[in-house]
């Protein structure tokens, strides 16, 4: 698919405030790749197809992730919100075309990151988290400069922000989720 195609794809099958999040994280990851020399096309493709799968209720999620064979150890029972971004590539392969394997790494990780991304793996990540319609939070005036800045740092504070966050709700933390912590708090102490 085209990305006017995709674009028309997604605005049926999001809600409207989804798709507008949608375009924000596509608009947000473009201009990162354009400040780290980046393939501009590729970033705005994989942040419009970032929650393709989050149009489904979550009934029909795991329905999906059954016949894709997909495997959810503890995602189902501890957190079930991260189903959307395990199944973002298979549903962008068969619904939308997309068979670029760097958008479809992308798009997997995009919920809890994951140890050495590469950079368009971590533009995702990061401009899921600060694209302009996101709800104001403490600390995102910060992470939004590092954006542009180190984007190793800015995952750290990213994740650093949702560890904290999730532990305030009770909820429970991914294993993927710690890792990826634990690796970039390394890689930006060395
Ligand atoms: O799909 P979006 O809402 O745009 O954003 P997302 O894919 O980053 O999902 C955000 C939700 O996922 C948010 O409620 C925090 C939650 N989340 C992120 N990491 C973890 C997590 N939830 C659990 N239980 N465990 C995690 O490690
Ligand atoms: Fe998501
Ligand atoms: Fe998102």
Redesign the pocket.
Known sequence: MNIDEMEQQLKLNLKPERYR?TLGVAYTAASMAMAFDEDIQKAYKAGLLH?CA?GYSLVQQRKFCEKYRISLDGILT??P??M??ALAPFIAREYYGENDLEILNAIEC???GKPKMKPLEQMIFIA?YIEPDRRMIPGLCEVRKMAFQNLDVCTLQILDH?IEY?KGRK????YK?IETYEYYLKQTKA
């Open positions: 999040h929650d989050k501890d957190s919100q991260l959307h971004s995009h919920t809890t899921d949702t999730l909820q429970k933390i991914g989720t």
